[in-house]
Every structure is written in C-alpha cells, then in structure tokens.
C-alpha cells in the first residue's frame, strides 16, 4: 500500500492513544476467553442433552445447529446495532443473551423440555455472533500494520476457553442429580455475566454517520475476488470444523468411550483452536493471509484421514487437535483477508455480511452432520469434508494466479 493510500485510512480511522489499544485488546482478549467458554459448554453438552431430550433420536443435534442457526440469524442485526449505538452496545445485548442460554437450559433440563433447550442455543447463538465480532473490534483503531496482530492475540483468549469450558462442565454436571448439567448452565450464565462487566470497560471509535454514509455500495465490495475468496476459505474452515466437532463428542459415546474422555478431546480441540493465535498474526505478516489459510486447509483434510484410521480415543483426539489449529489458520488467514478488502467506515457492514454468509452455511452443515452421523455413522462425517475443502483450495488457487495487486491498494 502506498504512503498516501495509507494516510488516508489512517484519515478516516478515529485513532487510539497506545494506551486505550492496549486496555482494549487485553479486555477483549478476557471477554474472548470467558464468552468462548459459552460455545465450549453448547458443543460439549448440546448434542448429549438432545440426545436424552429429544424425541427422536435423529434430532439429537438439532439444538447444535439451532445454535448456529442464532448466530447466523443474529450477525446482521447485532452489526446494525453496533453501526446505531456503537460496538459496546452490541457486546452487552451479547452477553445478555448469553446469560439467557445458561438460565433456560438449566430449566429445560429440569422440566425435561428438548424445544425449550433448542431456544436456549439460539440465544446462545445470539451471544455467540456478537463474540464473531471481537476479533474486528481489536482492530479499531490500530494502525494497519498491526491489525492483523491485534485480531490474531483476542482470537489468542480462546486458549482459556477451552480450559474453561470443559472443566466447567466436568466438576458441575453431577452436582444437581438426576438433573445432569443443570449446574453447569448455571454457572455458564454466570460467567457471561462476567464477561459483560469487562466488556463495559471498552473504549472503541465510531466512524460518524456521515463517514459511514459514505462507503461503497456492498455489491461494489463484493466484486473483489480477494473478498469472495475470503468469504469462502472462512466458511469452509468454519463449516468443517462445526461439521466435525459437533458429532465428535456423541461419536466418541456411541464408540464406547467415557464422557470424560470426550470432554478432555473437547477441551485440547479448543486450545488447539485458539493457542495458535499468538502467532498466526507474525505468520501473516510474513507469509501472506493466502498461504497461512492453505495450511490450514490442508490440516483439516489431515485431521478427516487421521479420524478415517480409526475410532480409538487417540484418533479422535489427534483428529480435533488438527482440525482445531486447520481451523484457526484457515478462519484467522481469512478474516486477515477481509480486513484488506474494506474502507473504515465500511467495516462493521462488511464483516457483518462476510460472518452472516460464514454461519449461514455453518448452519447448513450442522443440520447435515446430525443426520450423516445418525444414518451413516463417524466415517461418512469426515468423508464428506472432503468436498468442500477442495472447492476452498481451488478458488483460493485461481485467486493467487489472477490477483494482479493488492486489494488494499484498489480501496
């Protein structure tokens, strides 16, 4: 990018004194750890629930994929509520909602209500499309050479998530017998009361209405191929590893395998996910968006072949360990490459569309995984990753040959 291509972003980005890029990025990275601990908990408990829940042993996932199903139906919403009243706002309707999914879980397992237990994962949806946007919000702000570092060391929070969560649900779900896991959303409501009072504290710049009046016309935007491609790889990175990760745990229980096996695959699934972030962003930097998102590409296709060699609890294990850090590549490289492909005062609509369109397609592959797993069995899960990997490699590869120049230079 040019030095005044570069003056000009920095022109119309309300900049932050080094110390309020600091206090945010730490409380964002606080507030990543606690509300990951919120989607931890959903995909640790939410199929095994539905499967004792559910009248039909079928939609034992459903309520996992009406999880993902709240966060692609809320993205849109809660961006614009961002764009009205400013980021903040949305981080406290955000964890708003996330106090609701632990208070209505806990009461849908006590009444024994599957439906109720399906609207509490949407609200956990709710919560955690507003947590999507954590990543960008820790890019505010920052000059651009350091965005990209910025995003990387909030998603970096998750490693906490992942210990969290799990143990969370390992030391309350018998404490309320015979109400399994009723505790344990308790004490997830709890904790996304946490996470709102460290959020509050955040300070974040709003481009004025005029500014934001007048960005480009997203159809404009959308014709960049480096945005479509991002918008691809991310959503397969995130389809797949919803796609995996949601059977997992119930795949391991039909294998015969304690439910504390899978929540400790479950806990390593996630640190492998987000521990990566403290430096995905130098490898960025060095390497290119492009090429951190084909390894990690690459990675998950690794962890479907692990997972196809068999059903010990080392396989599984090591096959979400790779998918976690496939994923964290794949969707970090990614996201990297939105933040290229827009102006400041065009972000919060754009990243809002590039998640909406990433979890809408997530929500198709959630339904699709409760079936193939309930009909086919594990194998048939990870064969079918397969398909989609290959179309994210093949317009990532069409892109790197026709990209003539940098998107960012184009803005």
């Known amino acids: 990018m040019s030095h005044p291509e570069t003056a000009a972003l920095e022109e119309i980005t309300p900049a932050l004194s080094r110390r309020q890029q600091r206090g945010n990025i730490a409380r964002l990275t606080v507030a990543q750890a606690l509300a990951g601990a919120n989607s931890v908990v959903v995909y640790a408990t939410g199929a095994i629930v539905g499967n004792v829940l559910a009248p039909d042993k079928s939609l034992a996932t459903l309520p996992i994929s009406i999880f993902v199903v709240g966060m692609a139906a809320c993205i849109l919403p809660m961006g614009r509520l961002a764009r009205r009243y400013g980021r903040r706002m949305a981080f406290m309707a955000g964890t708003g909602c996330g106090v609701l999914v632990g208070l209505l879980s806990a009461l849908a397992v006590v009444l024994g209500s599957f439906w109720l237990f399906c609207l509490a994962t949407f609200f956990g949806g709710a919560y955690a499309a507003v947590v999507l946007s954590f990543r960008f919000a820790a890019a505010d702000g920052v000059e651009p050479k350091m965005r990209a570092r910025s995003l990387s060391f909030v998603m970096g929070g998750g490693v906490a998530a992942g210990v969290i969560g799990p143990q969370l649900v390992t030391y309350t779900m018998d404490f309320w017998q015979p109400y399994t ?24 710049p709003r481009p004025s209405a005029s500014k934001e009046a007048g960005g480009r016309p997203l159809s404009l935007i959308l014709r960049q191929p480096r945005f479509v491609t991002a918008i691809i790889c991310a959503a397969v990175s995130y389809l797949l590893m919803n796609f995996i990760m949601t059977s997992a745990p119930l795949a391991m229980q039909m294998c015969g395998h304690p439910l504390e096996m899978a929540n400790l695959g479950m806990q390593w699934h996630v640190i492998a996910m987000y521990l990566p972030s403290f430096f995905t962003g130098r490898l960025i930097t060095r390497f290119g968006a492009g090429r951190v998102v084909t390894a990690g590409l690459l990675m998950i296709a690794i962890s479907a072949m692990i997972g196809l060699a068999g059903i010990d609890v080392a396989h599984f294990w090591l096959s979400l360990i790779l998918l976690g850090v496939g994923w964290n590549f794949g969707f970090v490289g990614a996201s990297a490459m939105v933040l290229e492909c827009h102006r400041p005062e065009e972000a919060t609509r754009v990243q809002s569309f590039n998640d909406f369109i990433v979890f809408g397609t997530m929500a198709i592959g959630s339904f699709a995984s409760g079936n193939l ?35 960012v230079e184009r803005l």
């Open 373 to 407: 797993l309930a009909s086919y069995g594990w194998d048939m899960v990870l064969w079918v990753s397969f398909a989609p990997l290959i179309l994210a490699v093949i317009v990532l590869s069409v892109t790197a040959v026709l990209r003539p120049a940098s998107s």
């Open 181 to 204: 896991f009723a505790i344990t959303y308790l004490v997830q409501a709890a904790v996304a009361a946490l996470s709102a009072i460290v959020l509050f504290g955040v300070c974040l």
